[in-house]
């Protein structure tokens, strides 16, 4: 049975977010000056490992598609140029 967006998104922050707060030495990779993002680096990351999910060929095509179809689950999503700015920090 094929999960809903929802739950795979769910699964995937809880993995990313869990792995961000157990080896901290991960989360020095932001090199912002805001160190208190209202949009998270787990939430970052899970928008980006959807690109699976949804089997698209590009990260733009991803967030999109996330952005449509989900933007309930990211209150605070920023922009797509933000998103891959701190994607590719």
């Not at 912002?32 to 690109?51: C, G, H, K, W, Y």
């Not at 999910?53 to 952005?67: E, I, P």
């Not at 989900?70 to 700015?85: E, I, N, R, V």
């Amino acid at each position: 049975m094929k999960k809903s967006i929802n739950d795979q998104l769910t699964e995937i922050y809880y993995f990313v977010d869990e792995a961000i707060k157990n080896y901290p030495q991960f989360a020095n990779w932001r090199e912002s000056n805001n160190r208190t993002p209202r949009f998270s680096d787990a939430e970052v990351i899970t928008i980006a490992l959807m690109q699976g999910y949804f089997g698209c060929a590009t990260l733009s095509q991803t967030y999109q598609l996330v952005k449509a179809n989900a933007g309930q689950a990211f209150p605070h999503l920023c922009s797509y140029k933000q998103w891959m700015m701190r994607l590719h920090v």
